[in-house]
């Protein structure tokens, strides 16, 4: 049998009950249990896909519900049918950044916002947008579809021509393999920031990517993480960029196989430049009525490719249900709640979060406690939440509310530097982004998002309702515990516990040197008394001391180390700011680089030993004895 979230019998029909039992039985699985209806859900998917491991998981989840009733309550209220509804009237829009359609279908998001309680503006913005048009590809005198892609370089009305080379993966060795200049080269998997940055530095005239399907998928190929400035102007991509079929690229390469050399001639048009786009701010003050309060940031984004209905529709209705639901229980509220929708994501490389981290960067740093990011929940056969990436200091909050709705155990993933993630350098911790995914397969996809991802195929019926409800009850988990708890659900002692696992073996490598020991020695202190700010502290003080420890740390762990400037929009090793230090212990002692490296790596020392400092002091100032 299966039940819904408040225990009673969930109605089934006769066929899906014996769908289930028979399902259930024929595996091996007992059918005499009273389930709670997802998660009966969830055994019968992982059954379909062969997933015993996870079905066992499923059939065998007997943890006690720890979920105070007020969020059990707000949970059970979800509602998927308000939900589609509400997804019906924006899907029909085509959002790209900066366009009427876009306008349009924000203004209904904008009401329903207003509908709920919040206080709502639209801020209009300068934005560097770039809207890909036609492409086509020519070879030898056959012509084959293709797309091209935001960010690229357009054509003139001749194309780009040049001989075809064949690079494969498109990694550093392929690039650095040859004289590429003016070259056209063909390149496996979904177009990306990595290798458009190659091509351009290898002046290639154009790139022609290989889907790993019949599906092409649009994409911003930039590296340069929001509007370009002067001194990252230069790095937007130098050249065409397009992608054709994973058959017109086996056809390609089946011919230039056969003929030894090819001639190919690439046209693509690209509306690039700056434009005016909004953002939807909607605002809601806890009711205890203090000025300059704290508040927890929600975030997606809202303009689209093509329709976009999962990737972002499903997000701006999972969040404006979030929305309606915290405000019902607005008394409860320990902070504030501002739910920000994003233009510029798809077309201008995060442009519009990014604008809003440098515009308001002192009220951020003042007021923002944390920040929860979604992007394209509820997708049809999006069954694993395991797999979502979270910081580690957020990771206790996500790992509750994965497990307590679905009984996955989060798997640890590290937060991608994706989906409007624009806060790290102000040492905001932030948590989700994609949150559901599918069953990985054997084609060199981007994500667990779906094949329909970033292509026309978008559309309502790629969401499911069920997965929906599911996505958006973690959602608010996360979020009402963030706005309503008088501890801020935010576990730093496991931040810089993983800071001193990271230093642990840079000090064994570097012997004596001083570069990591003061580190290790600061970040073990900063380990011993962080713990202490639950012995008794009381909420504000420790609160306080919370937020600092992010601001300090945040920026050490996500970024290269400035607080002011965004990275480039390329992968980051965990704590990259002690890549200095790390490149210093790979060197042998007699390698002619090593003083000029440990020249990077005390500078590098100097830094995080700063930033130590001040959550150090934070702490400290929250430990002392009050008066």
Not at 282 to 301: I, K, N, Q, T, W
Not at 531 to 558: C, F, I, K, T, W
Not at 605 to 614: D, E, F, G, P, V
Request: aromatic fraction near 4%; include cysteine.
């Amino acid at each position: 049998m299966m039940s819904n979230v408040s225990g009673k019998p969930a109605i089934l029909n006769c066929n899906e009950q014996c769908y289930v039992v028979t399902l259930m039985l024929t595996h091996g699985f007992s059918a005499r249990n009273l389930l709670p209806i997802e998660q009966a859900r969830l055994l019968c998917s992982a059954i379909v896909r062969g997933d015993m491991q996870n079905a066992a998981i499923q059939q065998n989840r007997s943890e006690p519900d720890t979920r105070e009733p007020a969020l059990r309550a707000l949970q059970a209220g979800v509602d998927a049918a308000g939900m589609m509804r509400f997804l019906e009237g924006i899907a029909g829009h085509v959002k790209l950044a900066g366009t009427p359609s876009e306008r349009e279908s924000l203004a209904k998001v904008e009401a329903a916002m207003r509908a709920v309680g919040y206080r709502t503006e639209v801020l209009a913005h300068d934005a560097f947008i770039s809207l890909p048009g036609a492409a086509r590809l020519q070879v030898d005198g056959l012509s084959y579809p293709a797309i091209t892609h935001s960010m690229a370089r357009a054509t003139a009305a001749e194309g780009v021509s040049g001989g075809l080379v064949d690079l494969r993966d498109g990694g550093e060795a392929a690039f650095a393999s040859a004289d590429l200049r003016g070259r056209i080269v063909l390149v496996d998997g979904i177009a990306s920031p990595a290798v458009a940055r190659r091509a351009s530095r290898a002046g290639v005239g154009a790139v022609i990517h290989v889907s790993p399907h019949e599906h092409l998928h649009e994409m911003c190929i930039s590296t340069v993480w929001g509007n370009p400035s002067t001194g990252t102007i230069a790095d937007l991509p130098a050249c065409p960029v397009i992608t054709v079929s994973d058959a017109h690229g086996a056809e390609l390469r089946e011919r230039l196989r056969e003929a030894g050399s090819l001639q190919a001639t690439v046209h693509a048009e690209v509306d690039t430049g700056w434009r005016k786009t909004p953002i939807l701010v909607a605002d809601l003050p806890s009711m205890r009525g203090e000025a300059d309060e704290p508040f927890v940031l929600f975030s997606g984004h809202h303009d689209t490719w093509h329709h976009g209905v999962m990737d972002n529709g499903s997000a701006n209705a999972a969040m404006v249900e979030v929305a309606r639901l915290c405000a019902s229980r607005r008394e409860a509220w320990k902070r504030g709640l501002r739910i920000c929708f994003w233009s510029g994501h798809s077309q201008g490389r995060y442009s519009g979060s990014a604008w809003y981290a440098d515009e308001h960067f002192a009220e951020l740093d003042r007021r923002c406690v944390a920040h929860v990011n979604i992007d394209s929940p509820g997708g049809v056969g999006a069954d694993i939440l395991a797999n979502t990436g979270v910081v580690t200091e957020l990771r206790p909050l996500a790992s509750a509310a994965i497990r307590a709705e679905t009984g996955e155990t989060l798997a640890g993933k590290r937060k991608a530097r994706s989906a409007d993630d624009s806060f790290p350098g102000l040492g905001i911790p932030s948590m989700f982004g994609s949150l559901s995914g599918r069953a990985v397969t054997g084609l060199k996809m981007r994500n667990a998002l779906g094949w329909w991802w970033h292509t026309p195929e978008d559309l309502i019926d790629k969401i499911d309702p069920a997965h929906l409800a599911r996505d958006t009850r973690v959602l608010l988990e996360a979020v009402w515990r963030l706005v309503s708890e008088d501890r801020l659900p935010i576990d730093q002692a496991a931040k810089v516990d993983e800071l001193v696992a990271e230093l642990g073996p840079l000090v064994d490598a570097l012997a004596d040197d001083t570069c990591a020991k003061p580190l290790l020695e600061a970040a073990r202190k900063l380990a011993a008394t962080i713990r202490h700010l639950d012995d008794g502290v009381s909420a504000g003080p420790r609160n306080e001391a919370v937020v600092r420890v992010s601001r300090a740390l945040m920026p050490l762990d996500y970024t290269r180390g400035d607080r002011f400037v965004h990275d480039d929009a390329l992968p980051l090793p965990a704590w990259p700011v002690l890549e200095p230090i790390r490149r210093l212990a790979a060197l042998d002692a007699a390698d002619p680089g090593r003083l000029p490296a440990r020249v990077d790596a005390v500078r590098a020392r100097n830094r995080i030993l700063h930033h130590l400092s001040l959550a150090q002091a934070a702490v400290d100032r929250a430990l002392a004895p009050r008066p």
